[in-house]
């Protein structure tokens, strides 16, 4: 086997070839067709659909700035999906009229949080007609981009495994080439979020997904890339760890695939010190600590290191996030590979001076 493309397909015939998805939706339901199939949901579904929903009408708000000019800020938007106008209500504006949308501000300056229905969000901050129904507007078109999933589920799709563990097969062979792309965190963290609802993606983020992978494999046969580990167990393990990982800070703040060590921490220079002799410093530093962390007191020293480190050059979370995976892993692939790379080859730099002494 010549390439990772054909390991894959040997490790995995049955999931090589992606199961069919849409590739487009058109639909657009009644509310009351969307109450019925959001009730059809599960409540880890459901939950995730709220969640979206609050998070496109935030989005909105911070695009557009409607509150901009104001002493307000947006907060949340909560909404009630039993709404009835009449008979049922769960959510009041602060003038006690019922809602089904109930838009959430909050004062820069006094920190008072108010809650509104969209007529007295309107008179409250002064904005125009106009404004107003935009935001109605813009809230209605979240409704219907959430259609789409409401959709997908009831023509029995689920969150697409296959796809999933294709994905996390690209991060792992994109990990071990030598000029790593910098791929989408969100669009990986949203896909968890799916997966832990087994929600079925948006078709938007499906095809995001399909061209990031796509991305990746043109890189290794462009790149004429040879160094990859052909270990099925390593990769599940990475597999394993994918869904947590990805949450991590290192990630989250979107350094993972930098690649200078400055750009994770404050390096000092001592005198006339050079840049490449402070950095073999930290690592051979770095290593001494976690060779430690096999003897006694660990969590004591671990605690102490982590202020250190967070004194001396910043970035707790890294060192925390290092410490950890060491814990579970030692100096094994799956270490190096959980780690970004600059750590990775610092780290083994540093392993090879210790055994030249």
């Given amino acids: ?26 639909v657009t339901y009644s509310g009351a067709e969307r109450k019925v199939l959001f009730e059809e949901l599960t409540a880890a579904q459901q939950q995730l659909v709220n969640q979206q929903r609050k998070y496109e009408v935030r989005s909105l708000f911070l695009q557009k700035q409607y509150l901009q000019a104001s002493d307000w800020e947006f907060v949340a938007l909560n909404i009630d999906d039993e709404f009835e106008r009449g008979v049922h209500s769960q959510l009041k504006c602060a003038c006690g009229r019922p809602l089904k949308y109930q838009f959430v501000i909050e004062s820069k300056i006094k920190r008072q949080e108010i809650r509104l229905g969209i007529q007295h969000f309107k008179d409250h901050l002064g904005i125009s007609q106009q404004v107003a129904e935009e935001i109605k507007k813009g809230v209605a078109h979240v409704d219907l981009a959430l259609d789409e999933l409401l959709w997908l589920s009831k023509k029995g799709f689920s969150f697409p495994e296959d796809l999933w563990q294709r994905y996390v097969f690209a991060y792992y062979r994109n990990n071990m080439l030598r000029r790593p792309l910098s791929l989408n965190h969100k669009l990986a963290e949203r896909a968890v979020h799916f997966r832990a609802a087994q929600m079925p993606l948006f078709i938007g983020d499906y095809l995001s997904i399909m061209t990031e992978i796509n991305q990746v494999d043109r890189e290794v046969f462009e790149g004429n890339e040879k160094n990859f580990l052909a270990d099925k167990k390593v990769f599940e393990a990475y597999l394993d760890d994918f869904q947590q990982d990805i949450q991590a800070p290192i990630y989250v703040e979107q350094k993972f695939w930098e690649r200078k060590l400055t750009d994770f921490i404050q390096l000092e220079r001592y005198g006339p010190e050079t840049y490449q002799a402070a950095k073999q410093r930290y690592f051979d530093d770095l290593l001494s600590f976690l060779l430690v962390l096999k003897k006694t007191k660990v969590e004591r020293k671990i605690h102490s290191f982590k202020l250190f480190h967070q004194k001396k050059y910043g970035n707790e979370e890294l060192a925390a996030f290092i410490i950890e995976k060491y814990q579970q892993y030692q100096f094994t692939q799956n270490f190096f590979l959980a780690i970004p790379k600059v750590y990775r080859v610092g780290i083994k730099k540093a392993i090879q001076r210790k055994q030249k002494k």
């Fill in 1 to 26: 086997m010549k390439n990772s493309l054909e390991i894959y397909e040997h490790w995995y015939p049955r999931s090589y070839g992606l199961d069919d998805y849409p590739t487009e939706c058109h």
